[in-house]
């Protein structure tokens, strides 16, 4: 049983009334205040957190940097500021090799497509890759520089994020999850969404090579990414059925391709709150139980 502050202090009064001293409740610290105290970092600990927990503004930065390998395990100023001199240097000297090769200058400011070509430098991969992965790199990029003020923390974020991301998407076909899960949740919209040849031609796929990043407003991506980060991307699919149905009574009012794709690109902000929250309280409870 939870009290409310009303609650203890009028049992305090109370039992003040019959000479009865009562203990002051403090409130715990939490998880990962405690983390943060130890000499080093547990990243496992972490990980189990952020796929329990939502986090915090406050304590999300340095829980990314901690997980994706930005920041040091060992919590002390000096190995951190250390390790973001370093990082800091790296990143210019990818700069200098992105301005010999376009012959242009860098600009003030990060830009998402500036990011994803010094990644693909980064990877030893600038000339080899395509269109559509330099498309799905800047839709990713993104988020990280509206969240971290820093160049050196959004890139090396980015860069850690993208080549992570890129690993997971070749051993893990949400693709297939997704039509699964759609299947389970909403066999009327599945099979309609079928009928119509809509299912490979509507931009579900794109959001899972982006990450939703380039659909999710960033206050809702970051608690989508907390657990993708921690190493769920599951989650993923089961915000997608989410998204899928809340927009089902649309979606079925169309047979066009091109009207439902209209639609789900002009879901109104308003609706995010609750697809995201669905999406992560099914993901929560599922076990997901579905193809390998």
């Not at 559509?132 to 990029?141: G, K, Q």
């Not at 997971?168 to 309609?192: G, I, P, Q, W």
């Not at 299912?199 to 939703?212: E, I, R």
């Not at 990414?225 to 059925?241: E, H, M, P």
Request: aromatic residues 12%; glycine residues 4%; neutral net charge.
């Amino acid at each position: 049983l939870i009290m409310s502050p009303m609650s203890e202090n009028f049992r305090s009064s109370y039992y003040g009334t019959l000479g009865v001293s009562s203990v002051a409740v403090v409130k715990p610290p939490s998880s990962l205040d405690v983390l943060f105290k130890a000499e080093i970092l547990d990243v496992v600990k972490l990980k189990s957190i952020c796929l329990q927990h939502p986090l915090t503004t406050f304590h999300r930065p340095l829980v990314w940097k901690t997980i994706l390998g930005v920041s040091p395990t060992a919590n002390n100023e000096a190995t951190r500021i250390y390790v973001k001199e370093q990082r800091k240097q790296q990143l210019e000297d990818l700069k200098r090799c992105l301005k010999f090769v376009s012959r242009e200058p860098a600009g003030t400011t990060p830009s998402p497509e500036e990011f994803s070509l010094l990644y693909l430098i980064e990877k030893n991969r600038l000339l080899v890759s395509k269109r559509a992965e330099h498309t799905d790199l800047c839709a990713i990029a993104k988020p990280f520089i509206k969240l971290f003020p820093a160049d050196e923390d959004a890139y090396w974020l980015f860069s850690s994020f993208a080549a992570m991301w890129e690993t997971e998407m070749e051993s893990s076909d949400l693709k297939t999850k997704f039509v699964f899960c759609l299947k389970n949740a909403d066999r009327e919209l599945h099979d309609y969404l079928l009928y119509t040849n809509a299912l490979n031609n509507l931009p579900f796929f794109k959001w899972f090579n982006q990450c939703f990043s380039d659909l999710l407003p960033e206050m809702h991506l970051e608690s989508v990414w907390d657990k993708v980060i921690a190493g769920s991307s599951i989650v993923l699919v089961y915000v997608a059925v989410a998204l899928i149905v809340d927009q089902k009574q649309y979606l079925m009012a169309v047979k066009s391709k091109d009207g439902m794709y209209e639609i789900l690109q002009n879901i109104p902000i308003g609706a995010f709150m609750d697809i995201v929250t669905r999406g992560i309280r099914d993901w929560s409870v599922s076990g997901y139980c579905g193809p390998p």
